[in-house]
């Protein structure tokens, strides 16, 4: 990873992205044996590489992991959204785990939210999901929370039932928040 890394900054990208960087919350990949304590080190890792590189790096997903005190936070550590710069999200809305975000929002680091899938912009922005206490629209949620959202009509990765259009190779449906 640290060649990937060093390859992107003499490139002359001034951010990473690493994927996947919630191995242990996945339970297809139970069998590799990756404890939360262990993706935190790593990921802490990531973030630090990064950092003396001059670079910017943004978590991606790994909401379990974001708030002091998190519930896959090893006990007397930081949250990482103290240690990344940035979140990617995919499907917070769908998920209804947006909420996790937040700890980026109080630092002032940006949050954005890929969501796939969205047949209708508006109608997509004005669905009511559960959030906290009751019910708000995703554009009222994406404002309180300060999100950057980008939504596609179609799959990530593709899917044989859409054509196999993968939702990153085309130009979001639309794009909403705080930019």
Request: glycine share 8%; net charge negative.
């Amino acid at each position: 990873m640290q060649g990937h890394m060093t390859e992107a900054a003499s490139i002359g990208c001034d951010a990473l992205e690493p994927d996947n960087i919630d191995i242990y919350a996945q339970e297809e990949l139970a069998d590799l044996g990756i404890t939360s304590e262990m993706q935190y080190a790593y990921n802490t890792w990531l973030a630090e590489a990064a950092h003396e590189m001059n670079q910017k790096i943004y978590l991606k997903n790994d909401l379990d992991q974001i708030a002091d005190g998190g519930e896959e936070v090893p006990e007397g550590e930081r949250g990482l959204a103290y240690i990344f710069d940035g979140l990617i999200n995919e499907s917070c809305f769908t998920y209804t785990e947006c909420e996790k975000a937040s700890p980026f929002r109080d630092q002032g680091k940006p949050i954005f939210v890929r969501e796939y899938n969205v047949a209708d912009c508006t109608a997509f922005r004005r669905k009511q999901i559960e959030y906290k206490t009751g019910y708000k629209s995703i554009q009222q949620i994406a404002n309180e929370l300060h999100l950057n959202v980008s939504a596609s009509r179609y799959e990530n990765g593709g899917n044989p039932d859409t054509g196999g259009r993968d939702a990153n190779a085309y130009a979001p449906l639309c794009t909403f928040g705080t930019w």
